[in-house]
């Protein structure tokens, strides 16, 4: 497959870039660059490689999920700058 410099100037009409004729050549270059990799990466035979969804063998730390009690509602709002009642006091964000 080819990118022509009038494919570039049709997409870049869709996307409403202006692009100048420098810019169109390059980008023709690059994007027809970038598909001959493409293909040299369809030829590559990976039957035996297992999918990943990262190189590294990462996992996720997490803390173990127990019950227990809350913190006390005076301690929460001890460092409230606004409370009303029990609650926070927030300004008002929708008209």
Do not use: C, W
């Not at 009038?6 to 870049?12: A, H």
């Not at 202006?18 to 039957?47: G, P, V």
């Amino acid at each position: 497959m080819n990118i022509s410099k009038e494919t570039v100037k049709y997409i870049s009409n869709l996307a409403r870039i202006e692009l100048t004729e420098e810019e169109i050549e390059k980008f023709s270059l690059q994007l027809n660059d970038i598909l001959r990799y493409i293909e040299q990466l369809k030829e590559i035979d990976i039957t035996n490689i297992s999918p990943t969804a990262h190189i590294l063998p990462i996992s996720n730390v997490k803390r173990s999920d127990e019950p227990r009690s809350s913190l006390k509602i005076d301690e929460v709002l001890k460092n409230a700058p606004q409370k009303e009642g029990l609650f926070f006091k927030v300004p008002k964000v929708i008209e």
